[in-house]
């Protein structure tokens, strides 16, 4: 069993930054490969970014491509999401999860195990 929790979520200015953090209870955290999915009002969700269980491999959407950034510290259960030079389209709530597998691929399949509760990102034109 794993529990997620985001935090850092908050309101931003087109072209800044912000820092998303997921934190993880449950001994088995850095077996499972992690994710970043963001729902917008009125869209499903979707896709942001992917880490394997010991963060050698990521993966990214083609739209966050560049700007941002997927780490894992497994040693503290967190899993971060370094979001810079944000437009107004990456408002949305922002969801941490857990895979069912240790690959990224299985993050980008949809093969989700664990949800955290959302944080929601908000960036002002």
């Known amino acids: 069993q794993v529990q997620l929790v985001e935090s850092g979520g908050g309101l931003v200015q087109a072209g800044g930054s912000l820092r998303l953090s997921c934190a993880a209870s449950g001994r088995t955290f850095s077996r499972y490969a992690m994710g970043w999915f963001r729902q917008a009002p009125g869209k499903e969700r979707e896709f942001v970014a992917a880490?394997?269980?010991?963060?050698?491999?990521?993966e990214y959407a083609d739209s966050v491509k560049g700007r941002f950034t997927i780490s894992r510290d497994n040693a503290k259960n967190t899993v971060t999401l370094q979001m810079n030079s944000v437009k107004p389209e990456d408002t949305a709530v922002y969801y941490c999860a857990a895979s069912s597998g240790s690959a990224t691929v299985t993050v980008v399949q949809g093969r989700l195990a664990y949800w955290g509760q959302g944080t929601q990102v908000t960036v002002s034109s």
């Open positions: 880490i394997s269980w010991s963060g050698a491999s990521t």
